[in-house]
């Protein structure tokens, strides 16, 4: 574990090993430092100096580097006062402030935010800046140089950690590593099996991989056996002894970022790690830099078309480069294994919709291609039936002018859509379970299968008052906030999610009246063609409206949502995320989907009959005479592929426009350097992935919670997300900042939501088809009456003596349930039974069939564990040797080897 600098107590600071004239640094006059090292020094470039070649195009393999050559890995950057003087006064009185609170008892004791009522909260931030700067000046072999900006109040701090602060920190975080190779034989046979599991996947897969279109074009990672990093074993690892090759870029920034959260910066025991400095404004950025410019053509001999971000810009954030698959190990090795395994599983969610998405299009072209074939259609369109009206004022009408929805609805009410929801059922657990076999071919890949994150409290985090306590493992002191208080922000909370999921039902209410009274209107019109599609103009318009209510709701709710859970002041990140995730989600369930319930499984099931119609709010809620699964697919259809819209154009429009209005501000200024630059572009999103992970959710509660009402949706799903991933990579590769890279092993909490949803489909799908359809109650009477449904509209349109008309319904013509209405329900809950047992059937033997782990990547783990334990041994052994004893315990090579010799 790396050793955290810090001063002793009671030292004044001024005093303390660190950066001599360091006020000096911070004016536009900067003088040399005191004293220089070539390895511990904060080397001042004036602004004359920085600026003196401006206009010439830099070098950009050395503008990325310190003026001792040492690549940067890290940037901070703090606000000053641009008057040398005001600067100047302002460090002594926060010196002197800070003096006086040292020197009292116990001034290590309570609270890092209660320096901010000691001495202020400006001054706090510049001591806390300032000890921050010493305790990394104090870190040996250090290199950190400070220049201004072209904005003279903006200070860049550029930091090279050497390289024995980054191993000991891999050994203190359990870095795994990659192995030397001992036997070539050995490795060929690892790597032969690994290409055989990648190649495994599917045989869409296989048949795409052999076209280079689709070729990415960059180098795979090689694959090596690995272990966790021990320094005193460091020969044991490939590029030992090339220190600039040991650690890639990625894992220099999760390096680097762990030493950055762990320097402390006060005397007390919360004041450490640059994560709380960015969240009390003391630094307004730390990051690690984009390895170049973004490239401004795609001549290939351009430097910057040569590094990672020239690379991944070319041949992944692209448009044009949407149909190539995606450089998951260059994304990961950039980026961070957390961003990795994002966009690979969005790649292999894409991927896996190709198939239902082709499924879904015949499905929609068989009943296209068939809905003109219906003998029941044929009857309704020739049919003069007078039909009750559609409300107390309206007039009577003539049954075929309802024949061309009718005859639509068969596109998506037929027997295809029946095999088709089973079919996505099954799918959606299926591709569960292959996502965690692919899921452990990466965690195995990436070198993170064993990950166990030492999590550092989130610097929001505030304890009560001044209590403190002993932590339970360690006994350091600690904050401490109390359960009790805790629970009641959480019965506060869960009461506001209830009213906020209470005003989303009211607003849907509303939507509903307003549906039921545009129908009514709309049936009261002189045109007949608007008369006859009262219900489906009725349903398109309330579909746009509640497609913006959605939208609003979701942003009004989203802030309301991370207030609430910033206020139940949760310690772990983790902890964080897990209740923000399941507020998000509840709420976005119900905003989302309600209408589709309401549609599905409420409208038009107590419709009533003439002289007795059953009213909601005065108006009548009965489905069209073609039915309720045609308005489900039309609300359905809008909302999603809306959504899909809206978010994308924010997405895609919105970074240009700011970008051309920022281009076209900055025309004629003196070019900035690269950290200027990029501080310019947007910070990395507090919630990085969150919404993303949200977002993808919702999507695909859309194509399997009610895919039997419309088929097209995993078509619709896979276009969005082949735009989608482009868009993400644009967005990181030209509009952000790069971000701290952090490590993951798997997509995290949203396995178990889309578990919980995929669950949940089965449910919605059986009752779609059971209630929503009138395929059922076909299916009935073909059975029972006629097979060629002769008769079946006079049967479900029943005439009613009374009133002179005839009505939609599956009541007798005396408005009594008779044997036909039993048969029909009967048959609705048998199928729905059936329908439900089959599929779970299904799902849980496919769970059995394919393992979580594939046997290649389990033999290969058993492969890796040996050779650890066995580099691990040597070393005890040679310690044993040493110190002239013995090792009595059985090897480790040999337990792992009969710990595991069952699989």
């Known amino acids: 574990m790396a050793e955290v600098v810090q001063p002793a107590a009671g030292e004044d600071f001024d005093q303390l090993h660190g950066i001599a004239g360091r006020a000096s640094l911070e004016m536009q006059d900067m003088a040399a430092p005191a004293h220089e090292s070539d390895k511990n020094a904060f080397r001042a470039r004036s602004a004359t100096q920085l600026y003196k070649n401006v206009e010439e195009k830099y070098i950009l393999a050395n503008e990325l580097k310190l003026s001792n050559g040492l690549p940067v890995d890290y940037v901070l950057v703090h606000k000053i ?9 302002a460090e002594k009185d926060a010196r002197e402030r800070w003096a006086k609170i040292q020197k009292r008892k116990g001034s290590n004791k309570g609270n890092d935010e209660d320096d901010d009522d000691e001495i202020g909260r400006d001054a706090s931030r510049t001591m806390k800046r300032l000890q921050f700067e010493d305790t990394l000046a104090g870190l040996k072999g250090a290199s950190v140089e400070q ?4 904005n003279p109040e903006l200070v860049f701090t550029k930091i090279h950690f050497p390289f024995d602060a980054l191993a000991s920190m891999a050994e203190s975080i359990n870095l795994n590593m990659p192995l030397v190779d001992e036997e070539q034989k050995e490795r060929q046979e690892a790597l032969t099996v690994s290409a055989r599991v990648k190649k495994g996947w599917t045989s869409l897969n296989k048949f795409i991989k052999r076209y280079d279109f689709f070729d990415h074009g960059l180098e795979e990672e090689e694959d090596y056996f690995s272990a966790p990093f021990v320094k005193t074993n460091i020969m044991k690892f490939r590029n030992h002894n090339d220190q600039n090759r040991f650690f890639t870029d990625s894992q220099r920034s999760t390096l680097g970022f762990e030493i950055l959260n762990r320097l402390q910066y006060g005397m007390k025991a919360d004041q450490v790690g640059i994560r709380k400095l960015l969240h009390n ?3 307004l950025g730390a990051f690690p830099l984009h390895d170049g410019p973004l490239p401004t053509n795609d001549d290939p001999t351009l430097p910057e078309n040569k590094t990672t971000r020239g690379l991944l810009y070319q041949r992944w954030a692209r448009i044009r480069s949407m149909f190539r698959r995606q450089p998951i190990d260059t994304i990961r090795k950039y980026y961070g294994e957390r961003v990795g395994i994002y966009f690979a599983w969005l790649g292999f969610y894409t991927t896996w919709l190709i198939f239902p998405a082709f499924v879904g299009f015949i499905v929609f072209l068989y009943g296209l291609g068939t809905y003109e074939q219906q003998n029941d259609a044929k009857d309704l369109c020739s049919s003069n039936k007078i039909m009750c009206p559609l409300c107390d004022t309206c007039e009577p009408w003539i049954l075929k002018d309802v024949c061309l929805p009718y005859k639509f609805s068969w596109v998506f009410d ?4 029946i095999f088709f929801a089973v079919f996505m059922s099954i799918w959606a657990s299926v591709f569960q379970d292959f996502w965690r076999r692919r899921n452990a071919l990466l ?3 990436w070198d993170v299968r064993n990950l166990t994150l030492e999590e550092p409290d989130r610097p929001q985090f505030k304890g009560q008052g001044t209590k403190t306590r002993k932590h339970p493992v360690t006994g350091a002191e600690e904050k401490y906030y109390p359960v009790r208080l805790r629970w009641i922000k959480y019965f506060v909370t869960f009461s506001t999610v209830v009213v906020a999921i209470t005003t989303v039902i009211i607003i849907a209410i509303g939507i509903i009246v307003y549906r ?4 009514v209107v709309a049936a009261r019109s002189s045109d007949p063609s608007i008369r006859t599609q009262s219900t489906v103009i009725a349903s398109a318009t309330a579909a746009i409206i509640n497609l913006f209510v959605i939208t609003i709701l979701s942003m009004i709710y989203s802030r309301l949502a991370v207030i609430m859970t910033d206020w139940e002041n949760h310690r772990k990140h983790s902890k964080y995320e897990a209740h923000l995730a399941f507020k998000m989600f509840v709420f976005q369930f119900v905003n989302t989907y309600s209408s589709l319930f309401y549609v599905a499984f409420f409208k038009g099931q107590q419709t009533g009959s003439p002289g007795d119609y059953g009213t909601f709010f005065g108006y009548r809620q009965e489905c069209a005479n073609y ?3 045609l308005e489900l697919t039309i609300q359905l259809a809008i909302i999603m592929v809306g959504k899909q819209v809206i978010g994308n154009v924010t997405e895609f429009m919105i970074p240009r426009i700011m970008r051309y209005i920022n281009k076209r501000r900055r025309k004629g200024e003196v070019q900035l350097m690269p950290w200027e630059e990029q501080f310019a572009l947007e910070a990395w999103p507090a919630m990085d992935l969150f919404f993303e992970y949200l977002e993808m959710i919702i999507q695909f509660g859309f194509i399997t919670l009610f895919v039997a009402s419309f088929p097209l949706s995993p078509f619709f799903a896979l276009l969005n997300n082949i735009w989608e991933i482009r868009i993400d990579a644009d967005k990181m590769i030209t509009g952000l900042r790069r971000p701290p890279a952090q490590r993951a092993a798997s997509i995290g909490i949203w396995e178990g939501v889309l578990e ?17 359809s009138s395929y059922l109650t076909k299916l009935v009477y073909q059975y029972q009456y006629e097979s060629d449904l002769d008769g079946f509209i006079n049967k479900t349109r029943p005439y009613f003596v009374d009133y002179n008309c005839s009505y939609s319904t599956l009541l007798d013509s005396d408005g009594k349930k008779g044997l036909f209405f039993y048969e029909v329900w009967a048959s609705r809950a048998g199928f729905l039974i059936a329908f439900e047992h089959f599929v779970f059937l299904a799902k849980f033997a496919a769970q059995a069939i394919i393992p979580n782990v594939p046997k290649q990547i389990e033999q290969k783990i058993m492969r890796e564990e040996f050779l650890a334990a066995k580099a691990l041994q040597k070393q005890m052994d040679d310690t044993d040797d040493f110190l002239g004893g013995e090792v009595h315990d059985v090897s480790l090579p040999a337990r792992i080897l009969r710990e595991n010799s069952s699989v």
Do not use: H, M, P, W
């Open 627 to 629: 039915g309720c699964l």
């Open 281 to 283: 404004g003391t630094y």
């Open 81 to 89: 006062n641009k008057d040398k003087n005001v600067q100047e006064r």
């Open 414 to 417: 037929n027997g295809a859509t």
């Open 443 to 445: 965690a195995y890949e």
């Open 516 to 519: 039921l009274a545009v129908a």
């Open 147 to 150: 220049e201004l900006g072209k």
């Open 756 to 772: 919980f949803v995929s669950f949940f489909s089965v449910i919605t799908n059986g009752l779609v088809i059971a209630i929503t």
